[in-house]
């Protein structure tokens, strides 16, 4: 018989497709239980089967979703706004199959052009931002933002440090750049105006993976694979020098 369990003063909950509380995700993924909350309420994983107040039911699918915001934001050091990005353009965007023809197409492509490895490389972030300028708060704004992520690294005599992922030195380094410029707080500009770009090229972006997914999926992974990394650097090109025109236009009309 199904192992059903009735919470006090609550509906009942099928223990098979729920089976784990929240002490046992806390288990098996090794993070403590605010930790899965906050992901709960930023949207990253569904909210269990709640039979209370204070009480819920999980499923796999809530600790496979764990796991994954986990591995993202821990070892691929993806923020946090990044991944629910991901994970929502994922979910709605992109059928089974078409998920799978990507995962064919990543697993054909150069390793200059595949994902992150498993585990990034990683550089001392206050060692960064004193070599660049920039405050730890600075830092702060850009990881509360969901620009970059950082984790905390332990070294071989358990000494603490705070990290962020190699490839994403670039976006502090621009930021402090544009400082050295003149776009400082004095004047009004802070690491919050750096988001109108990451919104648009996120949105971009969502549109142009749909898009590309649709088109070429009829086609072989090689060949699939074959075409974007040959068209990705001229979009790239496309999308500084219009940017550039649009700006040179602006002016023209003043």
Known sequence: MMDVA??????????????YRMKDLCERTGLPRQVIHFYIQQGLVPEGHKTGRNMAYYGEEHLARVLLVRKLQHERFLP????????EERDEAFS????????????????????RADKPTTADAHELIQKLGLSRKDLEDMVELGLIAAAEEHDASGRARL?????????LETFAEL?????????????RDILMYEEAMGALFAREAKLLTERLS????EQAAS??????????AFLVRYHDALARNFLATL
């Open 163 to 171: 990290v962020v992922a190699s490839d994403d030195t670039w976006i």
């Open 96 to 115: 089974p199959a078409q998920r799978r023809f990507v995962h064919e197409v990543k697993a054909r492509l150069s390793a200059t052009l595949g994902a």
């Open 6 to 19: 009735l919470a006090s003063k609550g509906p009942a909950v099928d223990r098979e497709a729920y089976p």
């Open 179 to 191: 400082r050295r410029i003149g776009f400082d707080e004095s004047i009004g500009f802070s690491a």
């Open 227 to 236: 075409m974007v990394e040959r068209a990705l650097p001229l979009i790239n």
């Open 80 to 87: 946090l706004r990044a991944i629910k990005a991901l994970l």
């Open 218 to 221: 009829s086609l072989s992974p």
